[in-house]
């Protein structure tokens, strides 16, 4: 067996790819349904329901998807450079102290400062933690050759166990009753509401925005057309003139940036203080959604709201049949693998030798 | 430092030591047969709890212990040709596989946990592994057969490396596929080979875990050890005899750790020492990183005819 690249990317296969890996995550996790011993078609039904079904499911579905968007553009501008930034969810958590740090009420005041300076303090502190945790692993990548992947994750389990350290110590609530929660946010940092009675905060906007953004940085400007040449080709960009080194560390200080605001957005929009399961994986989903959007921002968006009703629908589902909820990583790494083959049979052809 | 020198005299410190090290010595050499061959595997840390969790089901379902280890190791297998597939022969990222082996092999394992036993809080039992007391040597005899078997597969992983036809063209393909090819290697079967031999023994790493270490499966119960190993092939410069050493400077570290928690002297919190084996790590990473010998073709997919 081997691959040969097509000519140019046959149009009909581009059409087909994408649901030819629907289809194939379908049967997948449909035979896993029936493992359960639950019928299909309602399972089904209860999960689209639960995601997509409703107002109140939709408010859901853009309340779990607004730090899915941002963990996912995270890893898209650092996937872009190739720079495999694994480290997001170690990010997101220390982007949500800085918040806290910054805008909590510590004994009561916080800083004293009114909320019109300490929101966007709020924001910078958070962006900036998120930002130097991926510089070490960009540096150590750039100056020593020391494989990034690795070190970002290691770098996870480093900081949720510094997490749990402050959240036992400095930073914990008094009032919590014992539990490692974190000092409270000032009410008046806190996110508006976009739906009367609903969680979807403003949060979710400011995450579409970034989103565009990100798209029309790297397509219109020096720094993103530097970042798309590394991740086409390392060496003919340093051949360029591309300033690889300093490219390398800007997109770590972008992807490590949104990845923090993750966290901000999640304490200021949705919980208030910070726990260690304010996010159940947010930062690994946030790979999954950019490779499922192929690296483009504003697919990032789409494959955000996917990914997050999938996951909406099945706690629902759940609840109402008995299907573990585990089903939904299964359908989201089921359709990350049979995405990334149709993506590729669309430009290659296979030959049969 | 009495307290140091009480906690090294102990032999049962070292039992631990070896204890710990044995999941990491599988998973390390699993890596590096998949990295001698130039393809990276961090599929490793789901296809630890894939091989965990149906060894143990095996056995709970009434197989014997050896056959839960055969279960796992063939999970294994399969998630490895599935990698192999996607790596070598579509020639997709290999981090981006990897990755998504991990998901898929975790969500899988998790979801036909919750399936198997819907309504159980405290997870079922089985009867594990027991210590090879017959053997008369110390340390050694407070550990399980499968510690046994992987200190074994050490100078057996080493000898078919450097000593057989099929090691040579293994790490050929690893060093420059276009030369191995040209010598009449396959470069797609012994890639696949490689893949499938060294997935494994990863799961076998899992399944260490359900079959001697514990006699439950637990959510989180690889908790990082599959990463860990990736960083220990580095530390290793992918030789198997390194690989064993730095297992056990490893879990050499990770058992004082353990110890001085215990200790209760409470220097600092108790997360500072959970930190250490990923700190170490780490550590170890960026030692080694300016003299590392990198297999060239590592993370260079291989289409025949392109380069």
Redesign the interface.
């Given at each position: 067996?081997?691959?040969e690249?097509r000519n140019a990317a046959s149009p009909l296969a581009l059409v087909l790819a994408p649901f030819g890996a629907i289809g194939f995550t379908l049967v997948v996790s449909s035979l896993?349904v029936l493992?359960?011993g639950a019928p299909v078609g309602p399972t089904w039904g209860h999960l689209l329901r639960g995601g997509f079904g409703s107002v109140f499911a939709w408010t859901e579905t853009l309340t779990r998807a607004t730090p899915l968007v941002l963990t996912g553009l995270a890893a898209t501008v650092a996937f872009k450079a190739r720079l495999?930034n694994?480290g997001a969810e170690g990010q997101l958590y220390a982007g949500a102290l800085a918040a806290v740090a910054v805008g909590g009420l510590h004994g009561g005041e916080g800083l004293g400062l009114p909320a019109v300076l300490l929101f966007p303090l709020m924001v910078l502190a958070a962006a900036a933690a998120g930002a130097l945790l991926l510089l070490g692993p960009a540096l150590?990548k750039a100056r020593?050759?020391?494989?990034e992947?690795?070190?970002t994750?290691?770098?996870n389990?480093?900081v949720l166990?510094?997490v749990?350290?402050l959240l036992?110590?400095p930073m914990k609530d008094p009032t919590a009753m014992g539990w490692p929660q974190s000092v409270a946010l000032q009410p008046e940092l806190e996110l508006g509401r976009l739906v009367e009675g609903a969680r979807v905060h403003t949060g979710l906007l400011a995450a579409a925005a970034l989103g565009v953004a990100l798209w029309a940085l790297l397509k219109f400007t020096t720094f993103g057309f530097d970042i798309r040449a590394l991740g086409a080709n390392a060496r003919a960009a340093a051949f360029a003139g591309v300033p690889v080194t300093r490219t390398v560390m800007g997109v770590a200080l972008l992807s490590g940036a949104l990845a923090g605001l993750a966290g901000a957005v999640e304490v200021a929009g949705r919980t208030g203080y910070v726990t260690l399961d304010m996010s159940p994986g947010y930062g690994?989903s946030g790979?999954?959604i950019a490779?499922l959007a192929g690296l483009h921002p504003l697919g990032v968006l789409a494959a955000a709201v996917f990914v997050a009703g999938v996951l909406v629908g099945a706690d629902s589902m759940s609840r109402a049949i008995?299907?573990?909820n585990?089903?939904a990583?299964?359908i989201?790494?089921?359709s990350?693998?049979s995405v990334?083959?149709a993506a590729?049979l669309a430009q290659?052809r296979i030959r049969w030798r | 430092m009495t307290d140091l020198y009480d906690i090294l005299a102990n032999p049962a410190f070292w039992v631990a030591v070896l204890r710990i090290a044995t999941p990491l010595i599988l998973g390390t050499l699993g890596v590096l047969l998949c990295e001698r061959a130039g393809v990276l595997n961090?599929g490793i840390e789901g296809i630890m709890v894939a091989g965990a969790f149906t060894g143990w089901l095996a056995v709970y379902a009434g197989a014997p212990l050896w056959a839960g280890v055969a279960v796992a190791a063939g999970c294994g297998l399969l998630f490895g040709l599935l990698h192999a597939w996607?790596t070598v022969?579509?020639?997709?990222s290999q981090?981006?596989?990897g990755?998504?082996?991990t998901?898929?092999a975790?969500?899988?394992s998790?979801?036909g946990y919750?399936?198997s036993f819907?309504k159980v809080n405290t997870p079922p039992t089985i009867q594990p592994f027991q210590p090879m007391e017959q053997l008369d040597i110390p340390v050694l005899q407070a550990q399980t057969p499968l510690t046994l078997l992987a200190l074994l597969l050490v100078p057996l992983v080493a000898w078919v490396l450097y000593r057989t036809p099929v090691g040579l063209a293994l790490r050929m393909v690893g060093e420059n596929p276009q030369a191995a090819e040209s010598q009449g290697a396959s470069v797609?079967a012994l890639r696949t080979g490689a893949i499938a031999a060294g997935s494994a023994l990863m799961g076998v790493a899992g399944a260490f875990l359900t079959l001697s270490a514990f006699n439950s499966f637990y959510f989180n119960m690889v908790n990082?050890r599959g990463?860990?190993c990736?960083?220990l092939v580095?530390f290793a410069s992918w030789r198997p005899g390194k690989a064993l050493l730095g297992a056990l400077l490893f879990a050499f570290f990770d058992a004082l750790q353990l110890r001085l928690q215990q200790a209760g002297d409470a220097l600092l919190?108790y997360?500072?020492y959970?930190?250490l084996p990923?700190?170490l790590?780490?550590l170890a990473?960026?030692l080694v990183?300016?003299r590392?010998a990198y297999p060239k073709a590592l993370m260079k997919p291989y289409?025949?005819?392109?380069r």
């Open positions: 067996m081997r691959l690249k896993l493992w359960a495999f694994i150590m020593l050759g020391v494989d992947v690795v070190t994750l290691l770098l389990f480093i166990l510094g749990s350290a036992d110590g690994y790979i999954v490779m008995g299907v573990p585990y089903i990583d299964v989201v790494a089921a990350l693998l990334l083959v590729l290659y | 961090l996607l022969g579509l020639a997709l981090h981006v596989a990755l998504g082996i998901l898929l975790t969500s899988l998790y979801y919750r399936v819907p797609l990082g990463w860990i990736v960083a580095v919190p997360q500072v959970l930190m990923y700190l790590s780490i990473l960026v990183a300016r590392a289409r025949k005819g392109e």
